[in-house]
């Protein structure tokens, strides 16, 4: 963040300060971590567990998706692609 975005915010920017970082910050930010991986990986293997897999190969399986899994896949594929 350049220090232009300081005063918008109404952050004072630190003059020189160090930045330390404790074991709480830490952890939070692991547990985090660990958590979005969790969401963002079980949610499609769930998904694909619960899914017939030979409902692919024939031609009428297209479309036959129930609507709310499709919202699911596409609010987790936008939610995955705005944290990037």
Sequence with gaps: MSAGFFPVLGV???AGQPVMLDGATM???IGVTVCCGLLFGLAPAIQSVRSDP??????VSRGTSAHGQVRLRGALH????ATV
């Design 12 to 14: 004072k920017p630190l």
């Design 54 to 59: 030979t409902a692919g190969f024939g031609a």
């Design 27 to 29: 952890a939070f930010t």
């Design 78 to 81: 936008r939610t995955s692609t």
